[in-house]
């Protein structure tokens, strides 16, 4: 194993957790009814060993050594094995699943956090649990009861991986033009022959697990094109007998890896169903019903994308203080004369640091407020909240996807920038991390894709109106702001902010009614971007009126004391100098510009 | 040797030197003379030939390769020795250098944009001639007779390699506190023992060339603490003999190389001087005047970092629209019902080239321009002039290192991003460009180097007066525009802009004379990226004005119609949609935050 350069504080997760979601709420409902909020303060101290002793230390190793292939065979890394091991025997693996399979039951919030910390040592590795328990989640929800009993308890206790099979070299974001096929078989009216191939599939191949469990979308013979023809299938890499034991191997042969930027120790495979003619799958669910299914695996993965995010950015930042606090070089700007400082007192590294650091608190922040919207969405006993909390999970999650992907990118580059010469060079992981956490957008539907979502579906939801009521708290919540003694500028940026992301929704229903469509895809992207940072002000400003309260019972110079001011400034500094960007996306949409469109295309 | 991807169009290079820039303009000088602009077309022809069958091959192969070290020694990627002998026996190595020493006397502004086109097709390589050129004007520059005929001509001419030895283990951006240290030696006066470690010395070591002629910072024994005690020597790998035969070893050993993020072609070196005590170096200059000296150096090096950055951009852009003219995927998003079209058609697609097309051609013409200022501070016969162009080099110099790095990096992720899962894989180059750009920002002297150098020496030269004139041209530009048919919209955003950034400058006076010092380093990042778009604005109305200008002489279908078009329909997107970004820093200037130094540094 390698250098483990994990090490995340815990503070802002437990203060997101405990203090401004105030998940002890939760137990209430009857599924969390046997845990405490001791239980998860716990639990997060034993996630966090766990990154530090097993996950940390094979990141960089996993990345140098990644995956290799010979004659359809892949190996991953050589320490992945034990790391799968640990995660699997101390029920990691299915920490958020349901215990009648073999899963652990937590909360989606408190899962979803751990995911941060799990992702944030080692993505690449991450990739084989995560598409485990998300396939076996989706056969526990459409499956027969054969499948359950076949599958699942399998997947979330980790004897057996799985993998989502949608691309194909021609359906890349167009994933109606998937040409896989399926011709029922002789026999079972549920098992159908599978052919063709897929492309860019995750942990399509690997030498973890005895079997892969491969979730395949492919078009029945005869079904309609597009999206509506589409069905899904089960294919085992080995065929699974009905008594659970492993018959013979499926006719499923990787045909090669890829090569790429990050994520070297996850498997990107090519994968060729039944080029011999002989791989069987089961039809999960109804005919032509495959892209519903797919989708509800996909939105969870979606938000998994913004935890992904979110988890190597918190890492970078991690990387970049520490390393600021031991590294002494020069004086400060302010004091020329001085002698030489370690460089976390220099300005510009801490305007670096303090973009990190608010960056990151506010991405977690608001994922953490969409995933207590899953635990309310499925476990309220009131109606009304569940649908609430439904809709905004709806309208939050294209921002969730793509933005923390996008954001975290930039981010990652301001902590290569604080190690300097140092984060260029690959004995630290900043430039691992920037390599790794490119993949997060594109791949779950790029950031355009999330911001046509957003767009073209979400912010109309309800005739609008879930848009219009999140626009309208804010507005609510900045008006009572307006004269904080702390706040009241930061208040003020908001307003502006909420009113300008407004603007782009309205003046999208009006392009919409006019015809001048083209003006709403060149824009979506930066919509969705001032969304987001809007969103996550209003977050960071709730959670600064919380830490003022809790500041004022503790001692300022307490380790709480630190914590709560620190808290404060950094929702200053996040609303005073990342929420702007809002304004500069607003001035440019007001232009209209259509001369993307105008360009003639050979002029490119 | 591997695939080339280089494949640039050089037509907007070509409007930038003969139609924006008008170049034969430069044939009056004394200098250039024997020069036509025929010739300097010809001689962009060849070099974009070398590029595609030379330089652009070895890229990746270079980067697969990487440098290896074993006990002393480097061996750099098989295919580098190939491209050094062409470009060493065409003459491209010193192909801007004194005439007189074996150089080809071409115009900065042609050669600086040659430049282009060798780093945008191999940076990694590049790095070997560029060290060996920059050296050799060093010596040419402030070396005794005996030195420059020595070592000049041998540098231009590709015989013998160089580096710059700044950086050490405990010196980095704090060049101030090297420890490397120089003792009289017995005999010529000239000759000093050295002795030090040096760190990150870019092509330090390599078995490309019989020797290495390195330029290295140390402190004469007995010299003052800081900049002012340091002194330049001339440190040949090998000795050399007065007659200019190779002699003896000299005690020079590579202590290992560095594993990098990008750019592994380009060997990183830590270098041991005089671990034997045998290490001989020869002062160059006066004693105690090393800082100035390599201050020439690096700005010139500064320049070239610009370019680098913009080769990279531009390539990255050349990849992704060409893969957007064949990849065909989904239908548009105003035509949903249509066809599956090519993703160049595609909104958003097509704005994230325009991105790329838009910043690319706006860095390049600011970068010709400086280039042409250095052209005519050179050899302008008119003093007035001169002066004007070196007043000009100073401002923008640092915007230049600055600005294409960081705003690069922003558009390779645009590129990555149009070609999406494929762009993370490294089959395409888009990835390698990600990692390569990233060193930009960070050799040379930092982005934040960079901007204080802006703040604290540049903005206030002559009393304020060159940036103040630089604002009022903006201003009196603009005043003309205002009721422009094409660019009305446009300049009213430039005027803004320069308002904007002419404030910033304001501010900074103010908060000088107040003692708010903090507010400066805070912003001082920001205040160059204002500066630079507000820059790149102006210079892209000009060209917009030249392009409307030969369009009313041309076909609107011909190629150079389609070619003006596409030039106005840029600069618009650029004002459009990029300038905006200055609002949003400008927006957080004004709110005067200091959160990130009143932030408790336990905080962090």
Request: one cysteine or more; hydrophobic letters at 40%; charged letters at 25%.
């Amino acid at each position: 194993m390698g250098i483990n350069y994990f090490n995340r504080d815990d503070r802002d997760l437990k203060f997101v957790l405990f203090e401004y979601l105030e998940i002890d709420k939760l137990l209430t409902y009857e599924a969390y009814k046997d845990f405490s909020t001791e239980d998860f303060s716990m639990i997060i101290d034993e996630a966090l060993k766990v990154c530090r002793d097993v996950l940390g230390p094979t990141m960089q190793d996993g990345d140098r050594e990644g995956c290799t292939y010979k004659e359809g065979e892949v190996k991953v890394p050589e320490s992945f094995h034990q790391c799968w091991k640990v995660m699997a025997e101390n029920g990691w693996i299915g920490n958020s699943n349901n215990p009648e399979f073999g899963g652990q039951g937590l909360p989606a919030v408190v899962s979803g956090l751990l995911a941060e910390l799990f992702t944030g040592a080692n993505l690449a590795f991450m990739t084989y649990p995560g598409l485990a328990v998300g396939n076996g989640r989706l056969i526990e929800n459409f499956g027969a009861d054969e499948d359950k009993a076949l599958f699942v308890e399998k997947m979330y206790t980790g004897v057996w991986g799985g993998t989502m099979c949608l691309t194909e070299p021609d359906a890349g974001s167009d994933v109606g033009s998937v040409r896989t096929k399926a011709v029922p078989d002789s026999g079972d009216p549920r098992v159908y022959k599978i052919e063709g191939t897929k492309q860019f599939i995750t942990c399509g191949e690997q030498d973890i697990t005895e079997n892969i469990i491969h979730l395949v979308l492919a078009r029945i013979e005869g079904a309609l094109e597009g999206t509506k023809g589409i069905s899904l299938f089960i294919v085992p890499k080995i065929w699974v007998n009905p008594d659970g034991s492993l018959g013979e191997s499926n006719d499923v042969y990787c045909g090669g890896i890829e090569h790429k930027m990050g994520i070297h120790g996850s498997s990107t495979c090519t994968l060729n169903f039944g080029e011999n003619g002989n791989c069987r799958g089961i039809l999960l669910g109804e005919p032509n019903s495959g892209m519903a299914k797919m989708f509800q695996m996909m939105n969870e993965a979606r938000i998994g994308c913004g935890i992904q995010a979110l988890g190597l950015t918190a890492s970078a930042y991690d990387t970049a203080r520490q390393y600021a606090k031991e590294r002494i070089q020069g004086p400060l700007f302010t004091n020329r004369d001085g002698g030489r400082v370690p460089i976390i007192q220099h300005e510009d590294v801490r305007r670096m640091l303090m973009n990190l650091k608010s960056g990151t608190e506010a991405m977690r922040a608001m994922i953490g407020k969409l995933l207590y919207f899953i635990d309310m969405a499925q476990f309220d006993p009131d109606d009304n909240a569940r649908e609430q909390a439904e809709q905004r999970i709806e309208l939050l999650t294209p921002l969730i996807k793509a933005y923390p992907s996008d954001f975290g990118y930039l981010l990652i580059r301001d902590a290569i920038q604080v190690l300097g010469g140092v984060g260029f060079c690959s004995e630290f992981p900043v430039e691992q991390y920037a390599r790794d956490i490119k993949i997060v957008s594109i791949w779950e539907g790029t950031s355009y894709i999330q911001s046509l979502d957003l767009v073209g579906r979400k912010i109309g939801a309800k005739g609008g109106s879930v848009f219009r009521d999140w626009v309208q708290e804010i507005m609510t919540f900045t008006g009572d702001l307006k004269e904080d003694e702390d706040f009241s500028a930061d208040s003020k940026l908001l307003f502006k902010a909420a009113q300008a992301t407004g603007e782009f929704a309205m003046k999208y229903m009006q392009y919409f009614q006019e015809g001048r469509l083209s003006l709403i895809p060149l824009s979506s992207t930066r919509f969705l971007e001032c969304f987001a940072e809007t969103a996550m002000a209003h977050i960071m400003l709730e959670q600064g009126l919380v830490a003022r309260e809790k500041l004022s019972g503790v001692e300022a110079g307490s380790a709480d004391g630190i914590f709560y001011r620190g808290k404060i400034e950094t929702v200053k500094f996040f609303c005073r100098n990342i929420l702007p960007n809002v304004f500069a996306r607003h001035t440019s949409f007001q232009q209209e510009d259509t001369s993307a469109i105008d360009i003639p295309e050979q002029a490119f």
